[in-house]
């Protein structure tokens, strides 16, 4: 038996690092596990060079690692000696396979993994959970005991592996830190995500490399390379079509890996079996979480969801007692949160329980203005009781939580958002309550919103702007929930996510049908809805078929188009808020029209019978139904007599909102288009954005898809569930007052957005030195001239190095008083931007014609 | 068959920013305006009793001077405007709008100023300056109408350097593939693979004719011969590629013609501008002299 550690260290990124210092200052006995052969393996994969940034700036650091912004390869450095010098027993090559108690059985905790299979079947096993002392097994074979084991392995998870004979050989690569360190190799890479391909184009990109690059793809090959390549983002996989058309690289399609030997590859063809040259393999083929691994040691994670993180106590203990869980596995993405929390637990574990969290004074700043002194403690706690859809977390959720809202103390009659304003964020009542003035027209219509409840809830879900004002009625006390922290909410606590979807059910039927409906009267109706989701393109109503089910769009935005001579004519588009089918269920009769998914998106369905039991009790709701119905009558019939007259005028409408809509511009808010029939391709646009924008210019006019003039240039189309969004360490990535996606100061340059970005509108760059005025351009000819500054003039008049990369993309010009510079820059009057439900709609046609 | 939200959930301000070109702009009030300018101008000119007969130095020739002048200078600052990315409502196609109806004013405005007197001196050169720059600058203004659409179609979503690079990329096939091909034959093609895909004379650019294309005198070459001893299949691939060379080579070739005609104007628009304003000045200095 091996002998007894006070505390295992599983994982030497900052937490764990920090976690094993401070172990090692306390004098406890410890061993530091790190699966690859250097400390912190995640930071020393970053691109080499990459500036590293310590956000958030407010938070001190509490570690014994020094930590501040630099450069990666300094501060790995900085690390090392300082393991060093602290005598940390650090064991390397040392990846645990699985923890074990070896302790009694501890009675009643068991734990049910659910895994779901790619078919849609799940299983469930149950883990019995025995007591500490924990056996660490590693994958050489060799176990170690340990009282107490901290769990720091982050989130970046095992990449999938090569299954074939041969795969074990060295030369087959799961990563490849610099491709223009590759000289003279015949390479194969696997995988045609964005890594392989940004792998694979990197490689080939320089002929005196004479790299011979192939791609394997498992896909047939497609006109259409969203078919082809799938899981990459549309601008990178053209990109690599256009490398192999180019002879730069090779493309095999339907090929699969069969066999790896030393200098050779096997591959499976459609044609039969080829054996071809192969000095390096490099897979990318995804990459599996940790969230297996975690389970299976004992750690419950607090819902299925995909976002979820493991459940844990105020000193960082898991569900299962002894291991502790920190860093970013513990939902704290940031390096600085990392270090701290490897600090703080070994003081837990060591018996400091008076110990107050690093981010304390963060959050006294953030209580500090509110009436009633309470500490920090206490605030937690009150609004964890007065607010219902906190109640389930636990005081560290609660703390972390806080960390991304916002509480407000509001005065009787303050204003808190207006109708139109732009906000994705989730208000709750702690105190008090609000009034939400249904009829812009009249002050006195008011619906109040009690405490202990939320409201706000519809920009969060649809992204849109606020669709009234609410005020507060009283004086009152409301936390304004960021949207991240609003999903992470919803995703760590199931309870919280279903009252926030009923409670929105609820608003939304309010708002849409108002003529003074009371939530009694859609009780029903509520009770009985359905959330369903729909996959881009897919129908939720087909033309002649029967039905009498109500559709709100919930999340996302529908098309609505209809079989004319044969063809399929659009008619309408619908954002998110807008109702389909009532036309049947009042008028009787096979419903009149498809509507199908524009892009991925959520619809409530509503019973017909309930729904029409509801029109049968309340005429006036009938009344508006009916005078909505005329407005779709009239289109309808504007179409069908437009047909007999300018039939090509009617497909060409049809296929231009097609086209506009696989462009993205169903999920976008407010896009830039230019008109092909005005552009006189003078760059002038991208040269005013530049200008505008720290001398970088967020758009490229003459990249992007066109289709009847109409080009959709490669620019930020503000979409209403940004993707981009969804994993910014520092969260970086907000939505604005004009209803703008922007990146503020805090981007720590991470690439996450870049990559995210469906439409490839992000790019990593560095501020450029600034330019001498434009008058001296113009007099003498100093410096560049209007637009981005070339990247030799950058170079040579660089003082003191190139700041930092960051994320830059378009903020519709926010803060500039006038407006987006590209709209006012085109002297022919081809950049325009618009709103999607404006610029298809039929009223657009007719003025177009 | 639906309900929408409110017009105006979102983005009310702005449905869609108003979508007319700089001809048509705001439905042609600067049209208008310079109409109602011309219509001042001539009906001052014919009301006011010049003795002896209307020219430049009388009261009414110095108003129109003055205006004339001071829309010249206006109509020059386009150049900074368009550049000087300031804040601010202003939109550059209301100014180009503006600028091309008000410049065509200028016409009638300056020749009624002269009361049609000229002569070989530094009034008429300014005069004539004035003229070449309103010509250039209706040249302008008709190809900024009419070719964009024939701009947007050649280029079928291609960018320039993807064009580029299409064609280097033909290039690099072409050099393995004429490897097997008699010395004669490889001459060919690869003079037609080193040929620079971009026009060394203006002339060739803005006409879009290329007599020394060495691309299809490879072609000739090819498609003369019938298949003779060494047309192998290397042949036939090295014509094909050529075909698809020149292919390119020619959306290209029409892509930067197109580009030229649409700036080449500039060239003679902007420097005379520049000529204009010296000869104003020598104009306005040399009257005050005499006077
Ligand atoms: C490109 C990029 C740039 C970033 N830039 C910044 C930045 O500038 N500033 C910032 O604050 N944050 C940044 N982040 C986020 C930051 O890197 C992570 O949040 C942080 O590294 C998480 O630390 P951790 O200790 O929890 O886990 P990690 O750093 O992921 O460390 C986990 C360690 O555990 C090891 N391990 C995993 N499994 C096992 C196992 N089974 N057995 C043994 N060892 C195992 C791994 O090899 C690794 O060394 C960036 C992230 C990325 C991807
Ligand atoms: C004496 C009269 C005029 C002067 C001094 C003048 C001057 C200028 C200047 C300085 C520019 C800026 C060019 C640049 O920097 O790129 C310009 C642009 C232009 N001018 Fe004129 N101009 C005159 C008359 C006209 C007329 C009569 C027309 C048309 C009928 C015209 C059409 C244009 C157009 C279309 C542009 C291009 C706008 C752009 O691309 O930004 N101009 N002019
Ligand atoms: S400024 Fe207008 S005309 Fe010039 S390139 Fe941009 S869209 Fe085209
Ligand atoms: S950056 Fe990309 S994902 Fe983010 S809002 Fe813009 S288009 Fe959408």
Not at chain 1, 62 to 69: E, G, I, L, P, T
Not at chain 1, 72 to 91: G, H, P
Not at chain 2, 39 to 49: H, K, Q
Request: net charge neutral; with cysteine; glycine share 8%.
């Amino acid at each position: 038996m091996a002998e007894l550690v006070r505390l295992a260290i599983v994982g030497s990124g900052p937490a764990g690092l920090s976690a094993a210092g401070r172990a090692a200052a306390l004098g406890l006995s410890h061993v530091l596990l790190e699966k690859s052969d250097h400390l912190s393996d995640t930071i020393s994969k970053y691109q080499k060079g990459k500036h590293v940034m310590a956000t958030p700036s407010q938070l001190l650091l509490r570690s014994d690692q020094a930590f501040a912004v630099g450069k990666r390869e300094d501060i790995l450095q900085t690390w090392t000696d300082r393991t060093t010098a602290l005598a940390v027993n650090v064991k390397y090559n040392a990846e645990v396979k699985s923890i074990r108690g070896t302790g009694p059985a501890i009675p009643g905790s068991i734990q049910k993994i659910v895994t779901r299979a790619r078919d849609g079947s799940s299983t469930m096993t149950e883990v019995q959970r025995f007591a500490p002392p924990y056996a660490i097994e590693l994958s050489s074979g060799e176990t170690i005991m340990a009282e107490s084991v901290i769990l720091a392995i982050g989130t970046q998870g095992n990449p999938n592996l090569v299954r074939c004979p041969g795969s074990d050989l060295p030369h087959v690569t799961y990563q490849l830190d610099d491709p223009y360190a590759v000289l003279d190799e015949h390479i194969i890479v696997i995988g045609t995500g964005d890594a392989g391909i940004e792998n694979a184009r990197g490689l080939a990109e320089d002929p005196a490399q004479r790299n011979m690059v192939t791609v394997l793809n498992r896909a047939a090959k497609s006109t259409n390379v969203r078919e082809s390549f799938a899981t990459a983002k549309e601008p990178n996989a053209l990109a690599l079509v256009a490398d192999h058309d180019a002879g730069k690289l090779t493309i095999r399609y339907e090929t699969e890996t069969k066999a790896v030997e030393p200098g050779w590859i096997t591959l499976a063809t459609r044609d039969g079996e080829e054996k071809i040259r192969c000095d390096r393999i490099i897979a990318r083929i995804g990459s599996a979480p940790p969230r297996g691994f975690v389970e299976a040691c004992g750690i419950e994670f607090s819902s299925s969801d995909r976002l979820a993180f493991p459940v844990l106590s105020p000193v960082f203990e898991s569900s299962a007692p002894g291991i502790f869980v920190i860093g970013a596995l513990a939902g704290y993405p940031l390096i600085k949160h990392c270090l701290n929390q490897g600090y703080d637990v070994v003081e837990f574990i060591n018996g400091n329980t008076a110990l107050k969290p690093a981010d304390e004074p963060l959050l006294e700043a953030k209580f500090r203005d509110l009436p009633g002194k309470r500490s920090v403690d206490e605030w937690l706690e009150m609004l964890r009781s007065s607010i219902a859809i906190l109640e389930a977390m636990s005081p560290l959720q609660m703390r972390e939580f806080m960390l991304d809202s916002v509480v407000r103390s509001c005065s009787k009659g303050e204003v808190i958002f207006e109708r139109y304003d732009s906000g994705s964020s989730l208000f709750a009542i702690a105190e008090g309550s609000v009034h939400v003035l249904t009829d812009p027209g009249d002050a006195t219509k008011v619906v109040p919103i009690g405490k202990g409840s939320i409201f706000g809830e519809v920009g969060l879900i649809s992204g849109r702007r606020r669709g009234a004002t609410v005020v507060a009625a009283e004086d009152a006390i409301c936390v304004e929930i960021s949207r991240t922290a609003a999903l992470k909410l919803q995703s760590q606590v199931p309870a919280a996510r279903k009252a926030i979807e009923l409670i929105s059910i609820e608003r939304q039927l309010l708002q849409i049908f108002s003529s003074g409906l009371t939530s009694a009267d859609v009780a029903e109706l509520v009770a009985s809805a359905r959330v369903e989701n729909k996959v881009a393109g897919e129908v939720v109503l087909a033309e002649g078929e029967e039905g009498r089910d109500i559709y709100i769009v919930r999340r996302g935005s529908m098309i609505v188009e209809r079989l004319i001579g044969g063809r399929p004519v659009f008619l309408s588009y619908l954002p998110a808020g807008s109702y389909v089918g009532e036309m049947a269920l009042i008028d009787g009769g096979p419903r009149s029209a498809t509507v199908r998914a524009a892009i991925k998106s959520e619809v409530v369905r509503l019973p017909g019978d309930a729904f029409a039991r509801l029109l049968q009790r309340r005429p006036e709701l009938l009344a508006k139904a009916r005078s909505d119905m005329a407005a779709r009558h009239d289109v309808n019939m504007f179409i069908e007599s437009r047909k007999e007259s300018f039939s090509s005028a009617v497909d060409m409408y049809s296929q231009t909102a097609q086209f506009l809509v696989d462009n993205g511009i169903g999920e976008a808010t407010d896009v830039l288009l230019i008109d092909e029939k005005l552009c006189i391709g003078c760059d002038n646009c991208e040269k005013a954005c530049a200008d505008s924008h720290d001398g970088l210019s967020r758009l490229d006019r003459e990249a992007g898809k066109s289709y009847a003039h109409l080009h959709v240039p490669t620019s930020c189309r503000h979409c209403e569930h940004p993707l981009c969004m969804s994993d910014c360490p520092p969260n970086a990535i907000k939505r604005g007052d004009d209803g703008e996606v922007f990146i503020d100061e805090s981007c720590i340059g991470c690439g996450n957005c870049q990559r995210n970005c469906p439409y490839g509108v992000i790019r990593m760059d560095s501020e450029p030195p600034k330019k001498p005025s434009l008058l001296s351009w113009m007099l003498f000819g100093a410096g560049p001239g209007p637009g981005e500054a070339p990247k030799t003039w950058r170079k040579k008049n660089a003082s003191g190095g190139e700041p930092p990369k960051k994320a830059i993309k378009c903020d519709m010009c926010s803060g500039i008083d006038g407006g987006p510079a590209c709209v006012r820059a085109c002297p022919t009057g081809a950049a325009i931007r618009v709103s999607p439900e404006a610029f298809m709609s039929v009223a657009h046609m007719e003025s177009d014609n | 068959m639906a309900s929408t939200p409110h017009a105006g959930m979102r983005a009310d301000h702005k449905a869609v920013a108003d979508h007319d070109g700089f001809l048509r702009h705001a439905r042609f009030r600067w049209i208008k305006v310079a109409l109602v300018v011309c219509l001042i101008a001539l009906i001052g000119y014919f009301a006011a009793d010049v003795k002896p007969r209307p020219y430049g130095g009388s009261w009414y020739g110095y108003t129109l001077g003055t205006a004339g002048v001071l829309l010249i200078f206006w109509l020059a600052l386009l150049g900074i405007r368009k550049r000087a990315m300031t804040a601010g409502r202003w939109s550059l196609k209301a100014w180009t709008s503006a600028h091309v109806y008000l410049g065509l004013a200028l016409v009638v405005i300056a020749t009624l100023h002269t009361g049609f007197q000229f002569g070989w001196n530094v009034h008429t050169l300014a005069y004539a300056l004035m003229m070449l720059v309103i010509a250039s600058g209706i040249y302008g203004a008709a190809v900024y109408a009419v070719l964009p659409s024939t701009l947007s179609s050649n280029r079928e979503q291609l960018t320039l350097s993807q064009m580029v690079e299409g064609i280097r990329a033909i290039d690099r096939q072409l050099h393995e593939a004429a490897q097997p091909l008699t010395h004669s034959y490889t001459e060919v093609v690869l003079a037609a693979s080193e040929e620079s895909p971009f026009a060394t004379s203006l002339w060739s650019r803005l006409s879009g004719k290329y007599p020394h294309c060495a691309t299809a005198r490879a072609l000739t070459a090819f498609q003369n011969v019938a298949s003779s001893p060494d047309t192998g299949p290397a042949f036939a691939t090295v014509e094909t590629l050529l075909i698809r060379r020149k292919a390119q080579l020619d959306r290209l070739r029409r892509q930067t013609r197109l580009k030229a005609l649409l700036e080449i104007w500039l060239y003679l628009h902007i420097p005379g501008t520049i000529a204009l304003i010296a000869a104003l000045t020598a104009h306005i200095v040399s009257v005050f002299y005499y006077w």
